[in-house]
């Protein structure tokens, strides 16, 4: 079964710093997607980027980067000028991408909690 | 278009009732995923169903917990004679298709709180 890590329950950067979120997970898969999901006081889950697998190259939204080692199996979240905006509670996670399988099911890690300093 | 709606957006009962959880895809959705939150943890997977069929619920308790999704109407998630260990935030997702590139497009959530 595949299992997704975060091993910072809380971080906190200074407004238009630059901070990073640490994601690791196990699985004995090639191919499958990794998420990263940002859920504000209001609670909704929104999507804030994807990668897969077997793109070598990192994903990149705006002010959000991951930097993705396949062969280490970690996948962290850079977030670039942070604004106040971006305090929130972020999920790693991982959807397997065989056909076939269960490849609808998100595995999410506990999350770490951003604080954003003014 | 809308997004995925789920009403109602917090529920309180007292141990021993029912609790149904409603959620409405997104237009042209037609597979639904439920996800229970429970606190201080990640979501984790319960169900997932297409119209009128489920298909797979290895994530739902094999007890008091049941999913439909019905050919008319929202999916609706039951929790019969709540405990208080069913207090939680659980989320409803909604794909046009499955997996592969599909993506899940969340609702806000309902909070249960039995008391």
């Known amino acids: 079964a595949q299992t997704v890590t975060q091993s910072q329950p809380e971080m906190s950067v200074q407004e238009a710093e630059t901070v990073t979120l640490s994601c690791t997970y196990d699985t004995s898969e090639s191919d499958y997607y990794l998420f990263w999901y940002k859920q504000p006081p209001s609670r909704q889950m929104i999507l804030v980027i994807r990668q897969e697998a077997y793109k070598q190259q990192n994903a990149t939204e705006n002010r959000f980067s991951v930097n993705f080692q396949k062969a280490a199996k970690s996948f962290s979240l850079k977030i670039s000028d942070s604004q106040l905006g971006d305090a929130a509670m972020y999920f790693c996670a991982y959807r397997s991408a065989r056909s076939g399988g269960s490849n609808y099911k998100l595995t999410f890690g506990k999350g770490t909690l951003l604080t954003v300093n003014p | 278009n809308a997004g995925v709606m789920q009403n109602p957006r917090h529920l309180v009962r007292r141990r021993g009732q029912e609790a149904r959880l409603r959620c409405s895809p997104m237009k042209g959705h037609s597979h639904v995923y439920w996800y229970r939150q429970l606190p201080e943890e990640g979501l984790k997977f319960m169900v997932y169903l297409q119209k009128e069929n489920i298909i797979d619920e290895s994530g739902m308790p094999k007890e008091r917990f049941s999913a439909e999704f019905p050919k008319e109407g929202p999916s609706i998630l039951r929790i019969q004679q709540v405990v208080r260990g069913d207090s939680a935030a659980y989320f409803c997702?909604?794909?046009?298709?499955?997996?592969?590139?599909?993506?899940?497009?969340f609702g806000p959530g309902t909070r249960l709180t039995v008391t």
């Open positions: 997702a909604s794909s046009p298709s499955k997996g592969g590139g599909s993506e899940q497009y």
